[in-house]
């Protein structure tokens, strides 16, 4: 008999707590879009939307959400926070359409006692009422103990008596919340499992916050505990340091426990990138599961060893979220990484031609922090189209440029085995180095030939530390030719381009005497 793994229900909050981070607000249209995307395609069990009595712009937001999801059959998945207001906050939720209320009460003997300056049985009486008016409006609800991390640390019998008052008072799940972040896996483990054992007959959610950075590893220790629910966000959106990561929590469920949570990972990506759109808080690149590096390889080694039966890989394989596994190209790349990217574009080389390619691109990797996929083309139209010769090269190169000013150039060539100066004044940085270049060929014979046509571009969906490859058409004795030049500053591209026409030139020059 197959043995049934158990089912882990998780509970998104970005558009209620992830709001909560500094600079975020949600319009209606973005919350729907991305209530959407999480009931529909991410498939989460439930949904937290708002907070009641806010605005009307979210009650609007809700309304919206609620409408939408009682035609897909999902109404019962959209959650409002509320507060122990008696008809307040029942009544706001149901205007909106809501059927589920998330009831705030203080899990904290200290907030009990210095916020609502009440005892515990007064304020339990408080709850009783609201729980009592909001089941008569036909709501469900759930009760959050706030702050419930330091309430059990600081006064564990006022948890107890609180639970034990509302232990039949028809709440679908109690909801224990790390309000500050403040709790280690251990003592995660430690409190849900005495509150799982002291109250067997009750539901448990967890809601861990990530002040230390430890909201995923306190989820998992919640559900070895035996929380039913874990509590999350998109991104780690949420207040100070945010909430646990969706992503993480899921996929770290499913592989480090073997836990079932429904959640379609292949969507996580998508829905990452649409929390940081709308949200405007940009996401780590690094950051595990959805980070835009998280499934690059950068180090030569690690290609080789990929290609050499996939020794890199591990049960997180881009595919799994949608996602394709990338081998950087820079100065620690190594034969196995061009290989794989030439494999991508479908491109075959030379042992040769690999050869220099590669060391064009480590070369580069100098000059800029990363090489793309796109770049890697006009790198290698560069290098295939250049010759081997060495007649002259350019040593180093100094621009000053102003706006409504002359450019000024200075520049350091070798040219043979002896190194010369020059300086140019232009319109321009390349106009200045087209003078300064030209002193010095002109001393040795070379007659510059007409610049006849100039393209400059950068790889399609570069950005703007893209490699810029400088295409230049010249007019010279024998017709016209082209060289280009590559490097992640276009006019030091267009030098490029110039110094290879000029070995050209001299090589010509050297062959006919």
């Known amino acids: 008999m197959v043995e049934q793994r158990r089912r882990i229900r998780l509970m998104d909050t970005t558009l209620r707590d992830g709001e909560q981070t500094q600079g975020v607000s949600f319009s209606p249209a973005e919350k729907l879009n991305i209530a959407k995307a999480l ?11 708002a907070s009641a009595r806010i605005s009307e712009g979210e009650k609007e937001a809700v309304a919206n959400i609620v409408e939408w999801a009682e035609t897909q059959d999902l109404g019962d998945r959209v959650e409002v926070l509320g507060f122990v207001d008696f008809k307040r906050s029942v009544d706001w939720i149901c205007d909106a359409g809501g059927k589920v209320i998330n009831l705030l009460a203080k899990g904290s003997e200290k907030h009990c006692k210095r916020q609502l300056n009440k005892t515990l049985v007064q304020h339990a009486g408080d709850i009783r009422k609201t729980i009592n008016y909001a089941h008569k409006q036909g709501l469900k609800v759930n009760l959050y103990l706030e702050d419930w991390s330091n309430g059990y640390r600081d006064s564990p019998e006022y948890v107890y008596e609180l639970v034990e008052r509302m232990r039949n ?3 679908a799940a109690f909801m224990l919340p790390d309000t500050l972040g403040v709790m280690t896996p251990e003592e995660v483990f430690a409190s849900v499992s005495d509150m799982v054992t002291r109250f067997p007959e009750l539901e448990f959610d967890f809601h861990p916050h990530n002040d230390y950075g430890l ?3 306190n989820a998992l220790a919640g559900v070895r505990a035996g929380a039913a629910s874990i509590h999350c966000t998109i991104n780690c959106l949420g207040e100070r340091a945010g909430n646990a990561s969706l992503a993480e929590v899921a996929v770290n469920l499913r592989d480090r426990m073997g836990v079932e949570t ?3 990972e292949s969507h996580l990506a998508r829905l990452s990138q649409m929390v940081e759109n ?3 808080k940009r996401l780590a690149d690094n950051a595990p599961i959805v980070g835009a590096d998280v499934f690059t390889q950068t180090a030569g080694i690690h290609a080789d060893g990929d290609k050499k039966g996939g020794l890199y890989h591990t049960k997180l394989s881009p595919e799994r979220f949608s996602r394709q596994r990338s081998y950087a190209l820079g100065k620690m790349s190594g034969k196995a990484s061009l290989l794989k990217n030439l494999e991508r574009l479908d491109i075959s080389l030379s ?4 050869e220099k390619v590669l060391a064009r691109v480590v070369e580069l990797g100098d000059s800029k922090k990363s090489i793309t996929l796109d770049d890697l083309p006009i790198i290698i139209a560069e290098v295939l189209e250049g010759r081997d010769y060495d007649y002259i090269e350019l040593v180093n190169c100094s621009i000053t440029s102003g ?11 070798r040219v043979g085995d002896e190194v010369e100066l020059s300086a140019g004044i232009g319109n321009g940085g390349f106009d200045a180095f087209m003078n300064a270049i030209g002193k010095v060929v002109k001393r040795h014979g070379v007659v510059l030939p007409k610049l006849s046509d100039f393209e400059v571009r950068i790889p399609k969906g570069g950005k703007t530390d893209a490699l810029t490859e400088c295409a230049i058409t ?10 280009r030049g590559v490097h992640s500053n276009q006019v030091f591209a267009a030098m490029n381009a110039t110094i290879r026409m000029l070995n050209m030139q001299m090589h010509r020059m050297q062959m006919h005497g």
């Open 351 to 354: 042992e040769k031609n690999q």
């Open 403 to 413: 706006l409504h000013l002359d450019s000024t150039v200075s520049i350091r060539v």
């Open 278 to 280: 709308f949200s405007g």
């Open 262 to 264: 429904g959640i379609d």
């Open 215 to 217: 909201g995923t590893a």
């Open 169 to 171: 008072a028809g709440i």
């Open 474 to 483: 010249w007019l010279g004795d024998q017709g016209t030719f082209k060289t």
């Open 39 to 49: 009931l529909e395609q991410l498939k989460v069990d439930r949904i937290e939307v």
